[in-house]
C-alpha cells in the first residue's frame, strides 16, 4: 500500500557531491517524520538526517554540516544533498517514513529498499 523509492546513489570520489531523492507514494493519510538512515557493512543502522514530527531536523553526528535534508511536501519527498563526500560515507542509504495510512489510527514505520553510495577514488 506504501512505497518508499529512493533513487540518487552511486560512485562518486572522496570530496565529491550526491543527491539521494526518496519519494513516498501509495495510501497515505499523512507522513509524521522522514529520513535517512545507512548501513556500513559490519555495522549498525544510523541516523543520517530526518525531519521529526514536529518538523525540526536531526542530524548524525558524523554529518558535521556536509548534508542537507530537504523536503517538498506536496510530493511527499525528502532530498539528501551529501557534499564533501568521505571514504567511510561508503553505505546503504535507507529512506524512512512514519506514516499514518487511512483507517489506522496509529502510524508505523516504513522503509525504502535503500540504495548504495560508494566514495572512492
Known amino acids: 500500500q506504501v512505497q518508499l523509492v529512493e533513487s540518487g546513489g552511486g560512485l562518486v570520489q572522496p570530496g565529491g557531491s550526491l543527491r539521494l531523492s526518496c519519494a513516498a507514494s501509495g495510501s497515505i493519510f499523512s507522513i509524521n517524520a522522514m529520513g535517512w538512515y545507512r548501513q556500513a557493512p559490519g555495522k549498525q543502522r544510523e541516523l543520517v538526517a530526518g525531519f521529526t514530527t514536529d518538523g525540526s531536523t536531526n542530524y548524525g553526528g558524523f554529518v558535521k554540516g556536509r548534508f542537507t535534508i530537504s523536503r517538498d511536501n506536496a510530493k511527499n519527498t525528502v532530498y539528501l544533498q551529501m557534499n564533501s563526500l568521505k571514504p567511510e560515507d561508503t553505505a546503504i542509504y535507507f529512506c524512512?517514513?512514519?506514516?499514518?495510512?487511512?483507517?489506522?489510527?496509529?502510524?508505523?514505520?516504513?522503509w525504502g529498499q535503500g540504495t548504495q553510495v560508494t566514495v572512492s577514488s
Open positions: 524512512n517514513a512514519r506514516i499514518k495510512v487511512p483507517g489506522w489510527v496509529t502510524s508505523r514505520d516504513y
